[in-house]
Every structure is written in structure tokens, then in C-alpha cells.
């Protein structure tokens, strides 16, 4: 990577990890867990809840994000984990958000029940746990799990400004860049790699491309992606 590219990388990373880019953006509510948090008023299940089923929930624009994350939190009273662990769920085939379901978020609460009746938290779960233990889904080795690498970036990074920071146990420097279309198509114009398919291995070759300047913190480039896409309108 030529010292230009890098530059600009470091400028717009610098200049859109900034609160005031994603005040309509999912990570707006495991935030709001995280203040209350801090003041004593809620869990660390309140935020990883929060912050898994908004991260699943967020594909397609961002204020249809929020406002289904929204609806959401109403029905849940904004107490995601007594939510959770009451057990009474909306459990309807009717759209939650895209083609996700009410159904489909019940299944998600009911599987968060079994788990955290065994732990207090779920920083420990892999990857592939997450996917097909909570969120349901089939194995799937090549997939990027971008919902996930995104959940996982707001928990982990701790550098006080748009990432929460609350999962002290894991290390910043094995975050996955969270991979989706746009992030690979702006990836792509900026020649941080070359391989067509969009998937794991793409995720880390870019991750490893961004480590190249954060090599403590390659994750910190997803603000220079979202810094590419603002000033390529």
C-alpha cells in the first residue's frame, strides 16, 4: 500500500469515527444500554442483547434500521434481558424488519434464554456459536458473518468515541473487518484487494490490508470505508 493511500485511510478513519456520523445507525442501541450501564441501571446482557439483535437486524438503509430496532425495544420495554429470560415472546409470521420475522426473533430470544442460563455473558461464544447457536442459521465456513465482525467491532474497540468497548476479555487486534456489498465494493475501488468472492477470506485479506496501519487495530479502518463512501456520494 503506497504512503498516499495510507494517509487518506488515516485521515478519514480519523476524521468519521465520530459519534455525530451514527446517530442513525444501529449501534445507537447497545449505546443507550452502555450509558445506562455506566450508571448502574443496566446489564452487560442488556448490551450484548441489544447489540446482537441490532446488528442482525441491520441490512438495508439505516433508517428503516433504526426504526424497526425500535419497534423492537418496545416490545421488548427496552429490558432486553428480562425480555429475554421472561420467555414470552412475540411469535407471529408477520415482518419484523425485511424478511426477518417476528417468529424468527423469538427463536433468537428463546435460544439467548438456554444460553444465558448457563453464563452471565456471551463474549466467550465463537463466531460460528453466534450464527448457528443464536442467530439459527446453518454452518457456514466461508461465510463473512458481517452481522457478527460488526457486533463484535462495537463491543470490543475501546477508544471512547463511536465503539462501546464492554467485552474487556477479548483483544482488538483479532477483529474481522465486518464485510457486506458496499464495504466490499469501496474496498475494491481503493485496490485493498482483488478477489471477487465476499467472503471470510476476502474479510481477513482486507482486515490484513488495514493492519498494515492499525496493526493494533486493523478494525479502525471500517471509519476510513464509511469515510470512502461519504466522500464518494
Given at each position: 500500500m503506497d504512503q498516499t493511500l495510507k494517509n487518506t485511510l488515516i485521515e478519514w478513519a480519523e476524521e468519521y469515527n465520530d459519534p455525530k456520523y451514527f446517530q442513525e445507525?444501529?449501534?445507537i442501541f447497545p449505546t443507550h444500554f452502555a450509558r445506562r450501564y455506566a450508571q448502574g441501571e443496566a446489564s452487560l446482557a442488556d448490551i450484548e442483547i441489544a447489540a446482537l439483535l441490532s446488528s442482525h437486524l441491520a441490512w438495508g438503509r439505516?433508517?428503516?434500521i433504526v426504526r424497526d430496532c425500535t419497534r423492537m425495544f418496545d416490545e421488548m420495554e427496552w429490558r432486553p434481558y428480562d425480555y429475554v429470560m421472561g420467555g414470552d415472546y412475540r411469535d407471529e409470521d408477520a415482518s419484523m424488519h425485511r424478511t426477518i420475522k417476528w417468529k424468527d426473533f423469538a427463536g433468537i430470544c428463546g435460544r439467548l434464554k438456554g444460553i444465558y442460563g448457563t453464563c452471565d455473558s456471551i463474549e466467550g461464544l465463537t463466531d460460528a456459536q453466534i450464527r448457528c447457536s443464536v442467530f439459527g442459521q446453518k454452518e457456514d465456513r466461508k461465510a463473512p458473518n458481517k452481522?457478527?465482525?460488526?457486533?463484535r467491532r462495537w463491543m470490543v474497540r475501546d477508544d471512547g468515541k463511536v465503539d462501546l468497548g464492554v467485552w474487556?476479555?477479548?483483544?482488538?487486534?483479532a477483529l474481522i473487518l465486518p464485510l457486506d456489498v458496499h464495504v466490499y465494493d469501496q474496498a475494491t475501488a481503493l485496490g485493498l484487494t482483488s478477489r471477487r468472492q465476499k467472503d471470510i477470506t476476502t474479510a481477513h485479506e482486507i482486515t490484513d490490508a488495514f493492519r498494515e496501519i492499525w496493526p493494533d487495530d486493523p478494525c479502525k479502518g471500517d471509519f476510513a470505508l464509511f469515510g470512502y463512501g461519504v466522500t464518494h456520494r
Open positions: 445507525d444501529p449501534i439505516r433508517n428503516m452481522k457478527i465482525s460488526m457486533m474487556k476479555k477479548s483483544d482488538r487486534k
